[in-house]
């Protein structure tokens, strides 16, 4: 069964950067980060497909990058000028359908704060 851990995690200024992990033991056909701020809905922020097709959301296309390291069985995601407006809880999220789909298996969260 899939299980999946984040790391990385903080509290930066605005314009830093900051990188997440996710350890999985299992990969899936959608691998994916959500975040989720207090009083938002939960949104996609970055997913790769089949390991080729990816997808950024507007919010932070140009600012992360998801990466992966399958030596390691991790993926990353590489957060650079880091805006107040990016603070959430940030979770790597594994599907077994179409990114657009639900996703069936969730990280514990990292919270990312970043101040002004």
Same mark, same amino acid.
């Given at each position: 069964q899939v299980q999946l851990v984040e790391s990385g995690g903080g509290s930066v200024q605005a314009g830093g950067s900051l990188r997440l992990s996710c350890q999985y033991t299992y990969r899936t056909i959608c691998? $994916?980060? /959500?975040?989720? $701020?207090?009083?938002?809905?939960?949104?996609?922020?970055?997913?790769? !497909?089949?390991?080729?097709?990816?997808? !950024?959301?507007?919010?932070?296309?140009?600012? /992360?990058? /998801?990466?992966?390291? %399958? $030596?390691? %069985?991790?993926?990353?995601?590489?957060? %650079?000028?880091?805006k107040p407006e990016d603070t959430a809880m940030y979770y790597c999220a594994a599907g077994t359908s179409v990114c657009t789909g639900d996703f069936r298996y969730w990280g514990q969260g990292t919270q990312v704060t970043v101040s002004s």
């Open positions: 691998m $994916a980060w /959500f975040r989720q $701020a207090p009083g938002k809905e939960r949104e996609r922020v970055a997913s790769v !497909y089949a390991r080729a097709s990816t997808y !950024y959301a507007d919010s932070v296309k140009g600012r /992360f990058t /998801f990466s992966q390291d %399958n $030596a390691k %069985n991790t993926l990353y995601l590489q957060m %650079n000028s880091l």
